[in-house]
């Protein structure tokens, strides 16, 4: 746009009128202001954090003026439909601005939770993208009655003449990648553990499921939402974004047409029925997303690796907890846990609790180093820490300044200890 912006790309600009741009200081017009920050906290190391967050307070009149600006750059109209910088007064404008390509809306639809769905929903350029309801019929967070007004002509085809096969009424609106998802939602063991059952994991549900009745009671049906949201939870890489141009030309009609082509001969369906098709069908997390409180606090205590990996960052406290009372978890995995910066600050209290966790120093260590960690717990744990391990904390700037000064004074203290021996 304007000189400055392009003298910042140029990395023109003395580090003081840096920083002045990285706090929106800078006499340029409002729009630039706002390209120059997103420019910043995209490419700048040194004062992008600082960018991020005056972008995030800023003014929302004029964020509301670029969102809903053509003419905006793509790359300030990317930041701010980005799951990750997303500020829901803008969605409305976001989505009907047609310099927002399809891929990034259909990026966002993808990972959308209840209250970004009925927004999606109410946005007329939205729901007139293929690529958008395709997506939107195979997300959970979409009601039924929802699916039926994406896509009507999922009310009729199950009308029309059909070999006896047990078809759902829903199916042809459903993409084929999706319809196990559907098969899962509207089958009554959805609301069960698939794990397999074992004696110790049973033992361990019946135990769990006495000794926290309450807050499961309290917490009714609540949803799964991972802290930090769906997409950081599967990672970046998981929605690729393309050029919408790229993208093939998906509408409803053609999904009804797809499932109803497979209609007349009834061996073809078979394979949709038999049990090792289903996996394929869903992945670890499409099928916690159909579980209740309980079903997840089963999972966690019975199911895998990987299942558990997902349950503790659920934002339900009883769901998240329960992963460490499964009897199959390993050290590693608590190890991993310790370090992680999007759980619950519940689970990072309940780790130390456990005496088995805190005869792993490396579970002390990632304790002590993670930010989020509480500061008592923290505090309590440095007295373990190796003197090397001391030193790399003194120098860790994600933790509070506290820490680090006394990090510092604990490895001086230590250094000399061994100095005199």
Sequence with gaps: MGRMIDQIRASKLPSNMMQFAARGALQVPAAENIEILVYLALHNKVFGELARMTLAGWDEKACLAAASDSQTSREVLDYFISPDNLRPRLLPALLENPAIAEAQI?????????????????????????????????????????????????????????PPVSVRPQAAAVPPAAEGESTLAESPSSRETPAPSSPEGEEAVTVYMKDHATDIAAEGEKPFQPIGGAL?????????????????????????????????APAKLAPQHKPPAEPKR??????????????????????????????IRDGTKVVALAVLEAPKLSDGEVEKFASQKNVLEAVLRQIPLKRRFMKNY???????????APLDITLGLMKNLLIQDLKNLSNNKEVSETIRKLALKMFKQKQEEANKK
């Design 232 to 264: 950081e939870l599967l990672g970046a890489d998981y929605f690729p974004v393309v050029e919408s141009a790229e993208m093939p030309a998906v509408t409803p009609a053609d999904v009804t047409a797809s499932a109803a082509a497979s209609k007349p």
């Design 282 to 311: 869903e992945n670890t997390l499409q099928k916690i997303n159909h579980l209740d409180v309980k079903g997840r606090i089963q999972l966690a205590l019975k199911g895998n690796k990987e299942e558990r990996s997902i349950l």
């Design 362 to 372: 490396i579970v002390v260590r990632n304790l002590v180093a993670n930010p989020r």
């Design 106 to 162: 259909v990026k966002l639809a993808t990972a959308a939770l209840r209250d970004i769905v009925e927004v999606i929903l109410k946005s007329k350029r939205a729901i007139s993208l293929p690529g958008v309801v395709a997506v939107l019929l195979s997300n959970p967070y979409v009601k039924k009655e929802e699916i039926e007004k994406l896509n009507p002509r999922s009310a009729e085809t199950p009308q029309e003449p059909s």
